[in-house]
């Protein structure tokens, strides 16, 4: 990605995005192209793969451990609070039928765009899904992304009106529709309550759904998949989620005996789930959407509260905490208000030069262009900012992630055989 742009990003200590090989786009890649149903549309496997590991393979299994950013995986390991994985990457080293590839996530580092990349082998660029908060046109507000329903509020999705459907607002197909239509099949293991969401209804609905209810269930189901093998001798990719980590990083902080504890739970789950399995057919990817950096909640910035920025604005603050999607017409005046009043804080991107710079991925910009504002100001170090108010409350997380941080940014794909 050699651009002005990226090379001022990486003077400033941030990481972009790599969707040529080194990313998590390349995970969905790798799945299509190891499954045997990748075409030329599709982005291309993870380079680094090696090829021992992709042989004779029938099934293959994503374990996505959201907020689990790679510095994160080491420094559990390393504290003795995931010894399953640990044992894994112990493999990695030996080179025995398993690999750490370092990887980067999407740009914004976030759960909304990371996810539906993963569910569509597509670009926030191409999918849409760019960020946890969105000013969308189509409904004239801030629209929190993985439920699609007003951001002011916690709770309730425009798809509660039976007279809307989900399927109206894909701008993509999902891999599970392509894999069904190449002879394959799928199955997504997720809670009970995602059944219904939104994201499931637009991006997974031609899968099978497994529910568990209880987190340490995840496990249960996908050992009963790996062994009864509902798809025969057809083509499977499974995708499960595990999403505590991510919950307990923003409350408690990605450094916490918190998260360390929950960490825990999810290393003892997936050990039960497949740690008895002889090395056969199936290529196992854990991965993550992101990773979290700490944030201070004392020096959070209060963009929302901040009445002469919204006097510039077209529309309200949307974006992420730490990537601010600012819609105006005045893009130099909005510059020049949050750089005095936060002196040296933000880094300033244009949309354009953004866009230009790969940022967000391929394809046509039309979306993206819409849906991101002309300015965007990214925060790195321990800074926040509240964008959106939800239920009237503002959230004072101690981790965070959304922008460009090494911590946010950086994943692992830890591959082997089961």
Known sequence: MPNALVDRLRARGFVPPDYDGGGLLNVAGTVLE??????????PPLHALHPSLREHVRQVVVVLADGLGLGQLHALCASGDMPFVASILERARRHADAQLIEATTIFPSTTAAAITTLNTARTPQEHGNIAYFIWLQEFAQVTQMLRWGPGVNRRGSYFDDQ???????????????RLRQRGGTSWVIEPEIFRNEAMTRMHAAEANFAAYFLPSSMSVRLRELLEQRPWGEAPAYIYAYWAGIDSVAHVSGPQSADHATEA?????ALERAVA??????????????????FTDPSKLIDLVGDQHLRSLLRNPIAGE???AFLHTDQPDRVKQHLERRYPGTFFFLDREEAIS????????????RERIGEVLAMLGDDRAASI???????????????????????????????
């Open 388 to 418: 959106v108010k939800v239920d009237g409350q503002v959230f004072r997380h101690r981790g965070s992630h959304g922008g460009m941080g090494p911590d946010e940014m950086r994943i692992p794909v830890l591959a082997w055989r089961a």
């Open 357 to 368: 710079a790969g940022l967000f991925g391929r394809g046509d910009p039309a979306v993206a």
């Open 163 to 177: 007279r809307i459907d989900p399927r109206e607002y894909v701008k993509v197909q999902s891999v599970h529709a």
């Open 264 to 268: 825990a739970l999810f290393d003892k």
């Open 34 to 43: 190891v499954l045997g149903v990748r075409d030329e549309t599709d982005p």
């Open 321 to 323: 905490p730490r990537l």
């Open 276 to 293: 008895t399995r002889p090395p056969r057919d199936t290529l196992i990817l854990l991965t993550a959407d992101h990773g979290h950096a």
